[in-house]
């Protein structure tokens, strides 16, 4: 007990770290709590940061602060309204007519992996094959289950997902247009002793905004790259498999190599063992090198300075805790906790060992 009281004592006797140890924990405690009603007030807190450089921009020109907000939010909502009517249709479209070519391309698959007992005698057998293809029928009758309670649940996420749509942009304008009074009332009720709290925060503001406005970029230059090279070579379902393609890049490492699989299959269904489909796969593989090298390197350049182990870990934990929105912001979250870690104050004199007897 009186190692743990000694250790309390050397690292929260400064209020600082009493004071910083208590933003955090309130804030993942309101996440945890509240997190999945205030989804539309986070989402529009994250919008308004990301817009936020572009108007700071935009004022460094010579715009006053409420032109250069309607102009950024104008834009903002072109491109909300572009992506909800223009994009959304097409991948929804997509998406229903993968649905209607699964059992065809099922039964595709079936014949294929009949054919590797004879082919490979000594390596599989007939009986495991069944057994595979009665686990891929249970795990497609499964989903099909789930799809069925999602459209027999769908009104309540129409009305919802309405209400969202209306919620988010009127919140994002009003958090842009009336920023400085939301600081100055929560200015009010901060505690003196917050210079541990600010440091942490210009450190994590400095790298999670940096990286997150780079990796929105770089999502949409991969999408983009991506449907191109399908829809030129005749890949069915460009858009979906580009979009899937894109946002597997917000998930590091394992998002590549978990996209591989449907763009491999659905070339493979299309075409089978071919040259288009080797065609296909290599320009994928070009297209994966580019990002690592290229486009990583120029929209990053090391502002998150993160080991992969440490990345991967943050996405395993944050993902199980917070799903979708707990993998995107994974590595952020991630620099948060390295920056609390660097700025936390260690104490100037370690305890000395005590000798055994």
């Known amino acids: 007990m009186d190692l743990i009281s000694n250790w309390f004592r050397r690292h929260f006797s400064d209020p600082q770290v009493v004071i910083l140890a208590a933003f955090l924990l309130s804030g993942f405690a309101v996440v945890a709590l509240f997190g999945h009603m205030l989804v539309p007030v986070f989402a529009s807190i994250v919008i308004a940061y990301l817009l936020e450089s572009l108007v700071k921009r935009l004022q ?28 959304l249709p097409l991948l929804s479209q997509q998406i229903s007519q993968l649905v209607q070519e699964l059992p065809a391309m ?85 505690p003196k002793a917050m210079g541990l709290t600010a440091e942490v925060w210009r450190d994590v503001d400095r790298q999670i905004g940096n990286y997150v406005r780079g990796k929105i970029m770089e999502v949409f230059i991969v999408w983009l790259a991506s449907y191109v090279t399908f829809a030129v070579m005749g890949l069915q379902f460009a858009m ?16 590549a190599v978990v996209v591989t699989v449907p763009v491999a299959m659905i070339a493979f ?29 120029l929209l990053f350049s090391e502002v998150v300075n993160l080991h992969p182990i440490a990345i991967i870990t943050a996405v395993l934990v944050f993902g199980g805790v917070w799903g979708f929105w707990g993998v995107f912001f994974a590595i952020p979250l991630a620099t948060l906790v390295q920056a609390v870690l660097k700025a936390w104050p260690r104490p100037s004199d370690p305890e000395p060992e005590t000798a055994a007897d």
Request: hydrophobic share 60%.
């Open 269 to 297: 269904f299309q075409w089978g063992w071919s040259a288009e489909f080797a065609y296909l796969m290599a320009a994928y593989a070009v297209i994966q090198g580019i990002d690592g090298n290229v486009i990583v390197p």
């Open 240 to 255: 979906l498999l580009g979009a899937l393609v894109g946002l597997s890049v917000i998930v590091p490492y394992i998002g």
């Open 60 to 87: 460094r020109m010579g715009v006053p602060r409420l032109p250069a907000v309607l102009f950024v939010f104008v834009a903002f909502f072109a491109v909300f309204l572009i992506a909800l009517f223009g994009l």
């Open 106 to 190: 099922v039964g595709k698959g079936q014949e294929v992996l009949l054919r590797l007992p004879v082919t490979y005698p000594h390596f599989i057998t007939k009986d495991q094959v069944l057994d595979l293809m009665a686990g891929v029928r249970r795990e497609l009758g499964t989903m099909g289950q789930y799809v069925l309670s999602m459209s027999l649940s769908s009104v309540v996420s129409l009305i919802a997902l309405t209400v969202y749509l209306v919620l988010v942009p009127l919140l994002v304008f009003f958090f842009l247009k009336d920023k400085d009074k939301i600081f100055a009332w929560m200015r009010g009720y901060y």
